[in-house]
């Protein structure tokens, strides 16, 4: 059967690029698991030509992919940081106090939620994952487990709990039921409340060649023109839309009920037509980029072995996973993989079972080359491992172009 749109319906979605069949990239394996059959699934991006929206169609279980989801927000300062100014910034602009409630939906371990509770403002976090969600209950930020959707903003309502300010930070991509989980935002906010969602941003992608963060969990990678028309749908206008830096190029989107379309959304979704957006003619050269990088580091990593030169990796993340899978990049390249979540060390990564180590063991080994799966968090990363560097150690960062620092 023809997968049809998961925003608009529509039926006849274009190919854009076909990753093979992968593992789930964020299903780190334990030792034992090393020796069971690993669970892979088909990885295709298509485009749709009735909404424009670019969707992965393999649909996962989503209790598969988030009961023990191993990603912790606050490991990464970049994130805590940002989420702080965020937080400063709309308690100022929008008045907030201890009237307020802010409400903040895969609120991980209420990385950006604790702000507003030191501020005084009352919270609530949203979170799936029940161990992500207790470790959030302990640090004394209200979360509750559970998927948000209709169903749940529906129960949100009945208890009086709606929302002045509506957080939704990278999860919009990861939802099966896309429509379900809008029309649950426009349902929470007050009438005058406002849903300030990032989510990455397609150009950005394409542009840069992002394809590492393509995988399994990630739904949907969207224009503005996509959201636009999905918000509409629920009744919300995208009042203004920020392009931000964060994860390789993301939207922020500031949406609320009834409002009108405002000048930076308009402005953006005049740029994506004139770039052709609009026509899957835009996403025809994706796939021979991506096997252009791929030939490329393939062959810088052989010739390193060649020279006898030891390369390790950083950066246990999902888009590390799709990078390696993809590109066939594994133990014969790579001894090991550092990453700086507790969580993950000791784990294996999925499909190539590299062991996890912590990040001090660069310096307490000095492997020659570090492969920075997370690039994303480049000038962290180098800032962190500066005496690693100082050594001679070298970085080689594979996203937009294979380059060596
Ligand atoms: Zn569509």
New binding site residues.
Partial sequence: MQPA?I??G?AGLAPVLHLGTTPLANALLTEAELKQPEGRYPLDLRF?W??S?VQTTERVPPERLFSDYAYFSSFSDTIVAEARKLARRLIAQRKLGAGSLVVEVASNDGYLLQHYRDAGVPVLGVEPAANIASVANGKGIRTRCAFFGRDTAAQLVAEGLRADVLHANNVLAHVPDLNGFVAGIAAVLKPGGVAVIEAPYVRDLIEKCEFDTIYHEHLCYFSVTALDALFARHGLGLAAIERIPVHGGSLRLFASPGAARGASTAKLMEEEKAAGMLSHAYYAGFAARVDGLKRELRELLARLKKEGKRVAAYGASAKGSTLLNYFGIGAKELEYVVDRSTEKQGRYTPGTHLRILPPAQLLADRPDYVLLLTWNFLEEITAQQAEYRARGGKFIVPIPQVRVV
């Fill in positions: 749109c925003s608009c529509a749709c009735a909404c929206m």
